[in-house]
């Protein structure tokens, strides 16, 4: 069953804002991974945080967690019409299977 | 580093057929391979899990009889889509793990399957 829920469903913003994603989950994590997938491909991993960490940065990536809400926000600032793709949260609960939320799709227009 | 190759990315075939797929890593060895399920505007649902050289672990309510995993090495997994439907067309995704718990998972580019 999926354990995380992003929010919200859809997102259309101009090149340059900034996007925020939120994303909750129901039981204990060992970390919370974000992934992109651009329309009919794969998936790419971009940011891993750990449970005991609250805050990561990756380039133009800032992620966050609050263990104690069960959430995560993925922040994506100056955005790019290459960061138009659909982002999905994952969670690893209790062993190495990743369970997806069903994913933010991200409209930058130029 | 960590590049995941699948195979082929699109097949079109007549109902009845089997379909073979293959999940390569191309730079790592992978310790444990994942095969994804995706409809259309949806999340991805895994169907199994593969460690090689040994069976692998289905999700409930996934054929094993129907979908046919074999990992028989640290780089290649395939998945067969036996007596393939139409029920059965989708976009399966593998991807491929190294170092096990916590380790970020390396994905494929996806397989469109069209039955018709």
């Given amino acids: ?110 | 580093g960590a590049v995941v190759s699948q195979h082929p990315s699109r097949v079109i075939c007549k109902s009845g057929t089997s379909v073979k797929i293959e999940c390569r890593s191309l730079d790592f060895q992978a310790t444990t391979m994942f095969w994804y399920r995706q409809f259309p505007k949806q999340s991805l649902m895994l169907m199994a899990t593969s460690n090689e050289g040994s069976k692998a672990t289905y999700e409930q309510g996934v054929e094993k009889d129907k979908f046919l995993i074999n990992h028989a090495s640290l780089t290649l997994s395939t998945l067969t889509v036996t007596s393939a439907h139409p029920e059965d067309s989708s976009f399966y995704i593998c991807s491929a793990q190294h170092g096990g718990v916590g380790q970020p998972q390396h994905f494929g580019d996806g397989t469109r399957l069209s039955i018709l």
């Fill in chain 1, 1 to 110: 069953s999926q354990q995380g829920e992003e929010d919200p469903q859809a997102l259309s913003i101009q090149e340059g804002e900034n996007a925020t994603m939120n994303c909750s989950y129901k039981t204990s994590i060992n970390n919370l991974q974000w992934y992109r997938q651009n329309s009919g491909r794969g998936l790419v991993h971009l940011i891993l945080i750990r449970s005991n960490e609250r805050e990561k940065h990756s380039g133009r990536l800032r992620v966050t967690l609050d263990t104690s809400k069960k959430s995560s926000s993925l922040l994506i600032t100056a955005s790019r019409a290459a960061d138009t793709a659909s982002y999905f949260c994952a969670t690893a609960p209790n062993d190495y299977k990743l369970s997806f939320g069903a994913g933010t799709t991200v409209t930058v227009r130029a």
